[in-house]
């Protein structure tokens, strides 16, 4: 790896990717600590010392990278986008305009694109409004501090605090899009583990003087295993052997080649961590801006609020292994894969082309799904179980850990093409002029 990013950064196409990738990053970051027009900055300071950040807002506070309890520009973060992402691929299943929009090729995932923005400007502007409305009343972001967030509440000021918050998510999309376009990795990925990765120093050494010696070592131990068994896993792959016929092309034979199918384990990455966690949240959120104290709300609050409550932990994975399949099937289409074999003639060993070799995938899939959906869940369930057990002051789980080495591990393999392309290139070009010589 290190050595991997060490030929990075002598390659000067790559390198200039590498740092155009690092200075968004640091223009996100700057955006996260920048308050929002309207927002005491003294007063939020004075009460994020107070109260415990964690708890209700942690999940948005964590993929916000603290700029949601600091109200800033950033505030809402990348889930507004998380959120609209997950409605629309929802409704590529049930609605078919949007499925033929996908079954287009570039241009409808273009449109589907189009439809996201438009969506998470939508949510921005919902949730904004809603944050900004539980914000202005002293108390309600932060229980127990009654010092006042927003000193003037008047209506024109509250429009121009849901504007820029609006705005800001906008720029976070521009943001992640140009990574994706001109940086290395995804763009949005490479926005949550900035997110993730900017608390992190801090909230692990908040363990050792909180806590002690012993829970920080235990945390960290917890940490190490996740990532170890993290990496284990999202390297295995099933693997399907793939024989192609020979066939004459004037004097000439093709084909008579064996090659394999790669099916990892966890198919569907980090996606479902995410999706899951974003739709975790959102009862509580519905309960903390409508401020009811009825049956549901005291229900909710009690049961879907910490990772040590048994509904909590049985919605949570369930949640996980429903995304995990869900993602899988609109990602991997056995009918296409079988399809594209035959009409190139290729078979798998002892299964008929067609619709044999179609169910023979399927079956191959359904069962590593199943193991790859287990292993999410198991994986971001128990470190925070464990976490909330010992009352760690610590909001990072396996849910972070996740999302940050499968993050970490996909730039890696991103940065590993263009190195590898790089060489080819060099290769033909030595070719070429060594033709020209002769």
């Known amino acids: 790896m290190i050595s991997a990013f060490g030929k990075a950064f002598k390659t000067p196409d790559l390198r200039s990717k590498i740092f155009f990738t690092l200075a968004i990053m640091a223009i996100f970051r700057l955006g996260s600590i920048i308050p929002t027009p309207g927002v005491s900055y003294k007063n939020v300071q004075t009460c994020l010392k107070q ?15 603290g700029a949601l309890l600091q109200l800033s520009i950033f505030a809402l ?12 691929q929802l409704l590529t299943v049930v609605i078919p305009r949007f499925e033929a929009l996908k079954n287009e090729g570039q241009s409808g995932s273009a449109k589907l694109t189009q439809y996201t923005r438009y969506l998470t400007i939508g949510l921005a502007l919902l949730q904004s409004t809603g944050l900004i409305a539980v914000a202005r009343t002293p108390g309600r972001l ?16 509250i429009l121009i605090m849901v504007l820029v918050m609006t705005s800001g998510t906008s ?10 376009d001109r940086g290395v990795g995804n763009g949005m990925s490479i926005l949550i583990f900035t997110s993730i990765a900017a608390r992190f120093p801090t909230q692990l050494w908040s363990i050792k003087l909180q806590k002690g010696l012993f829970a920080f070592l235990f945390v960290t131990a917890i940490g190490i295993l996740t990532i170890a068994a993290v ?21 000439q ?6 090659t394999y199918i790669p099916i990892k384990v966890n198919q569907s990455g980090v996606i479902p961590v995410i999706f899951a966690s974003s739709l975790l949240y959102i009862p509580t959120l519905i309960v903390n801006f409508s401020g009811s104290t009825s049956k549901w709300a005291v229900w909710i609050q009690q049961n879907l609020v910490k990772g040590d409550h048994p509904i909590y932990i049985a919605s949570y994975a369930l949640l ?8 899988v099937a609109i990602t991997f289409n056995p009918d296409e894969v079988a399809d594209n074999m035959k009409k190139y003639g290729g078979f798998v060993p002892g299964i008929r082309p067609g619709q044999r070799t179609s169910d023979y995938i399927y079956g191959v899939l359904t069962k590593i799904t199943f193991a790859g959906a287990i292993y999410l869940a198991i994986v971001c369930v128990i470190p925070e179980f464990l976490i909330y057990k010992m009352n760690v002051p610590f909001y990072f789980g396996g849910t972070s850990l996740m999302i940050i080495v499968s993050v970490t591990m996909d730039t890696i ?5 263009h190195l590898l392309a790089h060489q080819y290139e060099g290769l033909i070009r030595k070719a070429k002029v060594k033709g020209r010589g002769r």
């Open 51 to 65: 109260v415990n950040s964690g708890g209700l807002f942690g999940l948005i506070n964590l993929f916000s990278g």
């Open 142 to 157: 932060f229980s127990g501090c009654s010092y006042p967030i927003i000193p003037d509440a008047s209506w024109s000021r």
């Open 171 to 180: 720029v976070i999309m521009w943001l992640g899009e140009l990574i994706t």
């Open 413 to 417: 393999t991103q940065v590993q093409s």
């Open 253 to 258: 034979l093709y084909g008579g080649t064996s």
């Open 231 to 251: 990496v284990f896993v999202e390297q295995a792959q099933r693997r399907i052997p793939v024989q192609y016929a020979k066939r004459q092309v004037g004097r």
């Open 320 to 327: 996980i292994i429903f995304f995990t399949y869900f993602y």
């Open 77 to 88: 973060g990348i889930m507004p986008y998380i959120t609209s992402s997950i409605i629309i």
